[in-house]
């Protein structure tokens, strides 16, 4: 089987093919330090960007959602450690043991769940299109048409 990079919709994941006919969009993500890896098949089902205090401070705020069953992990399940959440929140976060690095919830028993967009290797070819929480959003953070490059 070949993989090819996918040139569809801007989407930079692989996609596999077989015999020339395209098959599935494969994304790859990690966490900092590689002892955690993961595969996504096929387009998440979105992006958005969360503003709440917890998930800005878990490195989390920018999630796609993924159903369980286009999502592996293929690297150190045993270096994930998960952080229960306290009232009001609901959704456990989880990061890798050796690096912290946030992964949203990968261990979630959900058929849908968040994945943190910045540990993907590969673009998945969504771009935000929801935010929650932006009362919650701190006053030097701006919003992504206001700020300068």
Same mark, same amino acid.
């Given at each position: $089987?070949?993989?090819?990079?996918? #040139?569809?919709?801007?989407?930079?994941?692989?996609?596999?093919?077989?015999?020339?006919?395209?098959?599935? $969009?494969?994304?790859?993500?990690? /966490?900092?330090?590689?002892?955690?890896?993961?595969?996504?098949?096929?387009?998440?089902?979105? $992006?958005? #960007?969360?503003?709440?205090?917890? /998930?800005?401070?878990?490195?989390? =705020?920018?999630?796609?959602?993924?159903?369980?069953?286009?999502?592996?992990?293929?690297?150190?399940? +045993?270096?994930?450690?998960?952080?229960?959440?306290?009232?009001?929140?609901?959704? !456990?976060? %989880?990061?890798? !043991?050796?690096?912290?690095?946030?992964?949203?919830?990968?261990?979630?028993?959900?058929? =849908?769940? &968040?994945?943190?967009? #910045? /540990?993907?290797? +590969? +673009?998945?070819?969504?771009?935000? %299109?929801?935010?929650?929480?932006? +009362?919650?959003?701190?006053?030097?953070?701006? &919003?992504?048409?206001?700020? =300068?490059?």
């Amino acid at each position: $089987m070949l993989t090819e990079r996918c #040139q569809q919709g801007g989407a930079r994941g692989r996609q596999q093919s077989h015999k020339g006919k395209i098959t599935t $969009m494969e994304l790859k993500g990690s /966490c900092v330090c590689g002892a955690v890896a993961f595969t996504i098949t096929g387009t998440p089902g979105g $992006m958005g #960007q969360c503003h709440c205090a917890r /998930c800005r401070k878990l490195g989390t =705020s920018t999630m796609i959602f993924v159903k369980r069953a286009q999502f592996r992990v293929t690297r150190g399940l +045993d270096e994930i450690a998960t952080l229960d959440p306290e009232a009001p929140f609901t959704y !456990r976060r %989880s990061f890798c !043991r050796k690096c912290g690095t946030g992964l949203g919830e990968p261990l979630s028993p959900d058929e =849908s769940f &968040p994945i943190n967009a #910045q /540990c993907l290797d +590969d +673009d998945p070819g969504l771009r935000v %299109s929801f935010h929650e929480f932006t +009362d919650a959003r701190p006053p030097w953070e701006q &919003p992504e048409e206001a700020a =300068s490059g």
